[in-house]
């Protein structure tokens, strides 16, 4: 595995920062490695690899469907792609290409959903992919992931190209910092668990993860309770003996941003019930409605989904 893209103490970055970051790097050790857009270069942050491979890089313009079917080509021709392009077109857009052009064939191809869940907010509901991880769950052979920390994307892209099949990585915009050591050790399916406790356990992924490590913060401080944080950073395979290892402190909030209905929150509580545990259960994530345009930090704070919001629904469990 490759280095991990290093931050300072306190230094913030978001994950699409972090791929820009170590695009090139992962363009050196795989010579097959192409990189193809729907007119999202910038905001994709492909930069570096553009100016390192040109001939390795690809735009479709914007369409979604003609992105996933060339790279779908270019998959069945040895090559290993890498298709870029905001979460709801990547997932909604183009779903068939993705699922008989892809999926069907079980292709090498990771797609990049950029701007998932609200962290998309201030282009309005358009532009917020929340429905993309159902859709993408549902699809046959389709590996989905949600990461949480920076500092490893370099690992994550990584095992991705190493899984020889379908991917998807969904990805927020908001910068946060890192969560582990540099040398954690990271599997495509196995959840990660940056804070222990057994009076609880938030289930979370992306930016939720880092609300729930502040919520476990604050209740440790305030009410004296140790619970634990899951980064559950592999929506699909789920990690259900994470799940189940975490229901046995019989509380858990699950969150994910996401619509609640398919998200996160149904996969963790279907794993429970299916293992016959009684666990007190709460869901935060994104209500079945549209919203107006606002900054992420309203609709989160709106939603309950916010550190506070996470400490509320799991204090009320305590």
Known sequence: MGMPVTLSVGQLMSARDAVGKCLGELGDKYSNMV?????????????????KYPERCYNTGIAEQSLMSVAAGMAHEGFKPLAFAFAPFASM?????????ICYSKLPVIIIGNGAGYSNGISGCTHCGLEDSALMVACNNMTVIEPG???QIIKVL??????????YIRLG???????????????????LIPKTGNDGAFICTGIMVHFAMEAARRIKEELGKDVRVVDMHTIKPLDKEAVIDAARTGRVVAAQDHNLLGGLGQLVGSAIAEAGIACKLVCRGCPDHFVPIATPEFLYAKNGMDANGLYEAMKSLL
């Open 173 to 191: 915009r908001e910068a946060t910092s890192s969560l582990y050591p540099v040398d954690v050790d990271y599997k495509i399916g196995k959840a």
């Open 158 to 167: 990584e095992a991705a190209m190493e899984l020889d099949g379908p991917v």
């Open 93 to 101: 857009r183009a779903y068939e290409q993705v699922r008989t052009d």
């Open 35 to 51: 990189v193809i857009t729907a007119d999202v270069d910038i905001s994709s942050r492909i930069a570096s690899f553009k100016e």
């Open 149 to 151: 920390d920076p500092q």
